[in-house]
């Protein structure tokens, strides 16, 4: 299986702080690559995905770059309803895997 | 505006059985394939399993194979997934997905329901 390495697994922001978080591939996965947002007891939300693809209705603060086996979420701007765990997944190799989270808390 | 909404969660001996279903609106359900994804408590995302939006095809995590079924009823907009010979490590809250991809098995997912609960215990 193809493994998925976040970092950092957790990070404390301000509110208008620019954040990144990385994702890792055990082996390429060309840009097949998805951001999953999950807020404490909530169900997840798909941010990205193609890599830097947003979905539709995902704020424009959220931008996602990469390819092959590194990849970057970034939020420009950390807004209070952005903190939340985020985590990686690919779907270029069978099966599909996530990454462990990041979650952003409150500074 | 695409709504999943999971059901059939609960408390179950192991060694026992439970299903959940998972009832779609808001697209086109026979054009997507979907998805089970589980999150044991305090834990990541899992995927579990997969069905072909004509439910031609369907595959599985290794640790459920030979004891999870998944099936789908296109009339009915409703996805399912048959646990038998639950075990204390299937405990976990499992999320029906919508596939991203319209008649292709991308293993992406683009929405989510509000996950139910299995907890496997003695």
């Known amino acids: 299986d193809v493994q998925m390495t976040q970092s950092p697994s957790s990070l404390s922001a301000s509110v208008g702080d620019r954040v990144t978080i990385t994702c890792r591939a055990s082996?390429?996965?060309?840009?097949?690559l998805t951001w999953v947002q999950q807020k404490a007891g909530k169900a997840p939300k798909s941010l990205i995905y193609t890599a830097s693809t947003l979905h539709s209705g995902v704020p424009s603060r959220f931008s996602g770059s990469g390819s092959g086996t590194d990849f970057t979420l970034t939020i420009s701007s950390l807004q209070p309803e952005d903190f939340a765990t985020y985590y990686c997944q690919q779907y270029n190799t069978y099966p599909p895997t996530f990454g462990a989270g990041t979650k952003v808390e409150i500074k | 505006q695409v709504q999943l909404v999971e059901s059939g969660g609960g408390v179950v001996q192991p060694g026992g059985s439970l299903r959940l279903s998972c009832e779609a609106a808001g697209f086109i359900f026979s054009d997507y394939g979907m998805h089970w994804v589980r999150q044991a408590p305090g834990e990541g995302l899992e995927w579990v399993t997969f069905?072909?939006?004509?439910?031609?095809?369907?595959d599985y995590t290794d640790s459920v194979k030979g004891r999870f079924t998944i099936s789908r009823d296109n009339s009915k907009n409703t996805l399912s997934l048959q646990m038998d010979g639950l075990r204390a490590e299937d405990t976990a809250v499992y999320f029906c997905?919508?596939?991203?991809?319209?008649?292709?098995?991308?293993?992406?997912?683009?929405?989510w329901g509000q996950g139910t609960l299995v907890t496997v215990s003695s």
């Open positions: 997905a919508k596939d991203l991809e319209w008649k292709s098995d991308g293993f992406s997912f683009d929405s």
């Open positions: 082996q390429g996965i060309k840009n097949y």
């Open positions: 069905i072909r939006y004509d439910g031609t095809f369907e």
